[in-house]
């Protein structure tokens, strides 16, 4: 074969070959692009959020030269602030509040005397002499002024031979008695010295049936500073005999010994002196739980005011014994009105007698202020001092009266 032809053949080889190469490149890059498109498409049909990465799956290997994927977004954990700390109950607030204001009052009888049953005995008789012992009895109190003044009850402190105080944190101290009012039940003693608490007298006239009360107190004379939560029960109780009127009636737990002790509001401040309970059903001998009574703030604020300045308190006097009327007194009697106050009987020489008042009247106002079931004719005469003239509005037998009273001083006790 000529040398010419030679080239000619391994030329066309060469041209022929790189022909096809070129053919086949072209078919695989159009088959390549067929492809993509269609796992485009594909993906394109799926939902767009990619599906969430674990936090521990490996990093996906990345060939040499190749620029890595960027790695999917995690969203940091969320922040979980610190939970605040509960608030503190007002209950709790006020106790620690009044609490070092209140004390317990120990009672060293004199010979013979006996202590109120209303009283918390302590625990045991101490000794007194060979072939003796003096019996103590104990209430509770409240500190009222920072010059050491304490305002308890008058029965606490009745048959005294010598007082003394407890203070919150069992130091104990002498006292001495500024003044007792045996009408109201309360009774000033005052220490010397620092005092660790000083309460607030506030308005018992803005309470309201319903509303939170909190009693503070030494029941039974070994439990200083119990506390005891309930709610006002009533107001202007009244529970006849000997027992002081506009009462505060209140379902918080008051034992013996509480006697004396503070009621207080939810502000913290004492609305009521803690008098005494009723045990006994007001029909039969049923016994009853939740009726404990207080001394409004607005009397004892009044009463130890005076008995600080003069020792004793000076009230008006009319000079009879009555009964308040009611539905169900007016009902038994055969009575022509539901208020007022039946004359039982009256004082010779008195006040009521000198005005021509009589047993069997019913006095139905005081200078124009009705009695009713929140103001007794007690009460009413409260308003006034000795010497003041009150008029009184009288029914005697169908007749309407009035009558003049020029009031005078109410014995002491």
């Known amino acids: 074969m000529e040398r010419g032809t030679k080239f000619a053949l391994i030329f066309g080889m060469i041209a022929t070959l790189l022909i096809g190469a070129l053919i086949g490149a072209l078919a695989g890059g159009g088959v390549a692009w067929y492809v993509t498109q269609q796992q ?39 922040t ?39 009283l918390g005995d302590l625990p045991f008789p ?13 209430g509770s109190g409240v500190i009222i002024s920072a010059d050491g003044y304490i305002l308890t009850n008058n029965h606490v402190i009745e048959g005294h031979r010598s007082l003394s105080v407890i203070f919150y944190d069992g130091s104990r101290r002498d006292a001495k008695l500024i003044g007792a009012d045996p009408l109201m039940d309360l009774a000033v003693v ?26 503070i107190g030494s029941p039974l004379g070994d439990f200083r500073n119990t506390v005891t939560v309930g709610v006002v029960s009533a107001l202007n109780r009244s529970l006849g005999g000997n027992a002081p009127e506009g009462l505060i009636q209140t379902d918080a737990a008051i034992n013996s010994g509480n006697s ?49 300045a003069n020792g004793k308190v000076v009230y008006p006097f009319l000079g009879v014994r009555f009964g308040a009327i009611d539905a169900m007194l007016a009902l038994d009697n055969n009575l022509p009105v539901n208020a007022g106050a039946l004359i039982a009987a009256v004082e010779p020489g008195g006040p009521a007698a000198r005005a021509g008042l009589r047993s069997g009247d019913i ?46 001083t109410r014995p002491e006790a």
Do not use: C, H, W
Request: aromatic share 0%; hydrophobic share 40%; charged share 15%.
């Open 260 to 308: 004396g002790g503070p009621l207080i509001n939810l502000r913290g401040e004492v609305v009521g002196i803690n008098t005494l309970v009723v045990r006994g059903g007001g029909l039969g001998s049923a016994p009853a739980e939740g009726l404990g009574f207080a001394v409004p703030s607005s009397i004892a604020k009044r009463v130890s005011e005076q008995l600080i």
């Open 40 to 78: 485009i498409e594909r993906i394109a049909a799926q939902p767009s959020s990619p599906a969430p990465v674990p936090v521990s799956m490996p990093a996906p290997t990345v060939a040499p030269g190749e620029t890595p994927a960027p790695a999917p977004t995690i969203a940091p954990a969320p």
């Open 80 to 118: 979980i602030a610190p939970v605040a700390p509960a608030s503190v109950s007002p209950v709790i607030e006020v106790v620690q509040k009044v609490s070092p204001a209140v004390v317990t009052v120990v009672n060293t009888l004199a010979s013979g005397a006996q202590a109120s049953p209303l």
């Open 190 to 215: 005052k220490v010397d010295g620092p005092v660790p608490g000083v309460a607030v007298l506030g308005d018992s006239d803005a309470l309201q049936p319903g509303e939170t009360v909190i009693a």
């Open 126 to 138: 101490l000794p007194d002499q060979p072939g003796g012992s003096v019996r103590r009895g104990s």
């Open 363 to 408: 006095v139905t106002k005081v200078n124009g202020k009705p009695i009713g079931p929140g103001q007794s004719l007690r009460a009413l005469l409260l308003e006034y001092k000795p010497g003041d003239v009150v008029t009184l509005e009288v029914l005697r037998d169908g007749e309407q009266l009035s009558l003049d009273v020029t009031l005078g």
